[in-house]
């Protein structure tokens, strides 16, 4: 599914370059459930931006289901993006002004997906989540558990081939945050590829496998007995 060899990513500022990954080896395989975890400053933010094709390493490769991203084209990049990734952010990054449904149908607007269909998809995405009754509710009408699950089934409209989630409980209380967390575990329990960015331990002990960051390099990649809370 994802496999990134000797990736490293340097950013200019000012007269300096500053390597903020550095020779990254990560192989994800379809179907697994992952945690990238790490300090503030680790490089998670930017391992995420790459493995979501939102940026592109300064060397090394990153093949994404067999496709060497950096050799994209940014229309190719974009394409990718909306066919192969669904994204679940901290903030939820709802449209304030659109329903629920109008959310979710939003990625398969951008895919050419007929109107009927699309509406029909995002009701069963939404029906999934437990949302049924709030189809028609704006975002502000909405819990924070219950915008994450809205940002879920759009992350999912496309059927992608992998949910990456950036810290996907940061808003949330604990008891949200678990329920959110183990919804990403019955996902993947149906096959989604789910990759988590946390910086906490007790939202990365979901995952079946560990991988952690210590200044830009992995430090540790541990296989856990099945995720401690399946």
């Known amino acids: 599914m994802i496999e ?78 909306n066919q192969q990734i669904g994204f679940v952010f901290q903030n939820f990054q709802l449209l304030p002004r659109m329903s629920a449904l109008r959310n979710v149908e939003l990625p398969l607007v951008y895919a050419g997906v007929q109107s009927r269909l699309r509406r029909e998809r995002a009701e069963a995405l939404l029906a999934q ?13 909405l819990s924070g558990g219950q915008k994450q699950r809205v940002a879920i089934a759009r992350a999912l409209a496309n059927e992608p ?35 988590v960015i946390t910086h906490d331990a007790n939202v990365a002990s979901v995952a079946d496998r560990i991988v952690f960051l210590q200044d830009g390099q992995v430090t540790d990649d541990s296989q856990q007995s099945g995720g401690s809370q399946r």
């Open 129 to 141: 989540m437990g949302l049924q009754d709030r189809i028609h509710h704006l975002p502000n009408e």
């Open 4 to 81: 990134l060899q000797h990736v490293s990513k340097r950013y200019r500022v000012g007269p300096e370059e500053l390597e903020v990954l550095r020779g990254i080896d990560l192989t994800i395989r379809a179907g697994e459930f992952v945690s990238i975890m790490g300090p503030s400053g680790s490089g998670k933010s930017t391992l995420m931006h790459i493995l979501g094709c939102l940026d592109t390493p300064t060397t090394g490769t990153y093949t994404l289901r067999g496709r060497a991203v950096q050799m994209l084209s940014s229309t190719e990049l974009a394409q990718l993006r």
């Open 161 to 195: 081939a992998i949910l990456l989630a950036d810290e996907p409980t940061g808003a949330l209380d604990s008891v949200t945050g678990q329920d959110i967390m183990q919804l990403f575990r019955s996902l993947n329990d149906t096959g989604v590829t789910v990759v």
